[in-house]
């Protein structure tokens, strides 16, 4: 299994950016995918994931109407659209794989069983 995240770099407040996950390795449509977040000292934090289908979304509460998750199952590929950026949201961005197809305990990093390297996202003036 592999996930390789990339799209991250340096946006101003209000700016936007794409972040992108190329997985290879597994069946990509078979599960449900997810996207954290971790600055140092502190968690890894949930931010967004979606269901293997497409159908069925879920978005942490801080990022919720700025944020857009999707994923190209013919591109086994996920996304994560980052509309009004804010500085909280600089962060080191992880996309992970869950070990089903629906979204059951989302939230949780261990539901996941595979992580991406991360891309790094700043937001900053």
């Known amino acids: 299994v592999s996930l390789v995240e990339s799209g991250g770099g340096l946006a101003q407040p209000g700016g936007f950016l794409r972040l992108s996950c190329a997985a290879s390795?597994?069946?990509?449509?078979?599960?449900?995918m997810g996207w954290f977040r971790q600055v140092p000292g502190r968690q890894r934090e949930f931010v967004a994931a979606?269901?293997?289908?497409?159908?069925?979304?879920d978005y942490e509460n801080s990022v919720r109407g700025r944020f857009t998750v999707s994923r190209d199952n013919a591109k086994n590929t996920l996304y994560l659209q980052m509309n009004s950026l804010e500085p909280g949201d600089t962060a080191l961005y992880y996309c992970?794989?869950?070990?089903?197809?629906?979204?059951?305990?989302?939230?949780?990093?261990?539901?996941?069983?595979?992580w991406g390297q991360g891309t790094q996202v700043t937001v900053s003036s």
């Open positions: 992970g794989k869950t070990r089903g197809a629906l979204l059951m305990r989302h939230h949780n990093d261990l539901s996941y069983n595979y």
């Open positions: 390795g597994f069946s990509f449509s078979d599960y449900a």
């Open positions: 979606i269901s293997a289908t497409g159908k069925s979304t």
